[in-house]
């Protein structure tokens, strides 16, 4: 089928951007070395974790509301969003001068809420999925008449979310491959569109959470499938089936859709803090999870990989930094037993100091039933230098004729 068919056009996002001009902000592209070496090829990274609202959403959101009847701007807006929509239309509502409900799951992380809200936004708690929230939106639209403002199922939705595209297209003229992370399918359509008509050679791959992936489903049927359920840390990917435009969209123009496990979501955060130095979301960091597992020679550079979101609850982001580090081996948690006398401790304690293991948490247990009556079990808690230096610490153990069985 021939892009102009398709639900929105490159000239639909030339007008969005032409209407977005001095309200969104152009976000950097960063040069990754870390990932250049990991991939084998130039890697970068397209910043919209830097964007207005913490997020690409704004450019969406306002696009949409900017055109708006005077009428329906009268009536205001309603949305459902786990928290990067709800902020992008907050925004968009108070720089419009909109009177703005949103909805959000219970359960919502506080910092989101919070920045909903203080953009003015009236806020509602619902359900525990977008998709609750988008029934109770679409109820709420039927009884007031607010304008329901969708996270990705509507062409200017994906037409703002598409201004993206072009930034990296201009940035990295001679882009070979775009990564990006996908819920819904508003920006990876968005970005599709605008790359594919430029640069029809170039790989525009999406990447979802290994359980909430409603897209490799829905390809392989042919149309949108919902899932039955979801459960993934990445909550602003976490969408149970795709829109119909932007599924028209990706079905055509989109090369691939790769699935990441919730270890590869903590690894990658961890990761852009302590390589690029940058805060992303899980759902933000979403092809980067992807990039750092596939080895050299998997995609062809210069490779965009786009962090799409950066609001994240500093509670999960401390989560997900243990996560992390036990995921890289950087956290060892065993239990081991040992005579119950004086001494066993300092030696087991002795040893690790020897491994240069850091000892963060010791346990001691004397009720579990197959112990000995001469036995107690100790569970353990290192920190170590990675994957390695795990090995090699419980190595040294069993040398020494300790028996650590893995937590």
């Known amino acids: 089928m021939a892009s102009q068919a398709l639900p929105v056009s490159?000239?639909?996002?030339?007008?969005?951007?032409?209407?977005?001009?001095?309200?969104?902000?152009?976000?950097?592209?960063?040069?990754?070395?870390?990932?250049?070496?990991?991939?084998g090829a130039e890697t970068y990274l397209k910043c919209e974790n830097l964007q207005r609202a913490g997020s690409f959403k704004i450019r969406g959101a306002y696009n949409r509301m900017a055109r708006l009847s005077d009428a329906e701007k009268a009536r205001g807006v309603v949305c459902a969003s786990a928290g990067n929509h709800a902020q992008g239309v907050a925004l968009a509502a108070q720089l419009l001068g909109l009177k703005a409900t949103v909805f959000m799951p219970v359960g919502a992380p506080l910092p989101k809420l919070q920045a909903t809200r203080g953009y003015g936004a009236q806020v509602e708690l619902y359900g525990t999925t977008i998709d609750d929230c988008l029934v109770k939106a679409k109820e709420f639209e039927q009884t007031t008449g607010a304008v329901l403002i969708h996270p990705f199922d509507h062409a200017h939705i994906v037409a703002g979310a598409?201004?993206?595209?072009l930034e990296i297209l201009e940035q990295c003229p001679d882009v070979r491959t775009v990564i990006v992370g996908t819920g819904g399918g508003g920006l990876i359509s968005g970005i599709a569109t605008v790359v594919k008509a430029h640069r029809p050679e170039v790989t525009v791959l999406g990447v979802q959470a290994e359980r909430a992936a409603a897209y490799p489903p829905s390809l392989a049927a042919g149309h949108p499938v919902p899932l039955?359920?979801?459960?993934?840390?990445?909550?602003?990917?976490?969408?149970?089936?795709?829109?119909?435009?932007?599924?028209?969209?990706?079905?055509?123009?989109?090369?691939?859709?790769?699935?990441v496990t919730e270890e590869q979501f903590s690894?990658?955060?961890?990761?852009?803090?302590?390589?690029?130095?940058?805060?992303?979301?899980?759902?933000?960091?979403?092809?980067v999870a992807a990039l750092l597992d596939a080895g050299k020679g998997a995609f062809e550079g210069p490779v965009v990989a786009v962090l799409s979101g950066g609001n994240i609850d500093p509670l999960l982001l401390l989560r997900i930094i243990r996560h992390g580090l036990t995921?890289?081996?950087?956290?060892?948690?065993?239990?081991?037993?040992?005579?119950?006398?004086?001494?066993?401790?300092a030696a087991l304690l002795d040893h690790l100091a020897k491994a240069e293991a850091n000892v963060l948490e010791i346990e001691h247990v004397r009720t579990v039933v197959p112990l000995g009556i001469d036995e107690v079990e100790i569970g353990v808690r290192v920190e170590t230098k990675g994957a390695e230096h795990a090995a090699a610490v419980i190595a040294d153990l069993q040398a020494q004729g300790f028996d650590p069985h893995l937590d």
């Open 10 to 39: 490159v000239d639909d996002v030339l007008a969005a951007r032409r209407l977005l001009e001095g309200v969104v902000r152009p976000t950097p592209l960063e040069h990754s070395r870390g990932l250049s070496e990991r991939v």
């Open 162 to 165: 598409g201004t993206c595209g």
């Open 228 to 259: 039955a359920r979801m459960s993934t840390m990445a909550d602003g990917i976490a969408v149970g089936c795709p829109g119909e435009v932007p599924y028209a969209i990706v079905s055509h123009l989109v090369d691939g859709i790769r699935t």
């Open 267 to 287: 690894r990658a955060v961890l990761y852009l803090l302590e390589r690029a130095k940058l805060v992303a979301e899980p759902a933000g960091a979403a092809s």
């Open 327 to 345: 995921a890289a081996g950087r956290y060892l948690q065993f239990r081991v037993r040992v005579p119950d006398r004086p001494g066993s401790l």
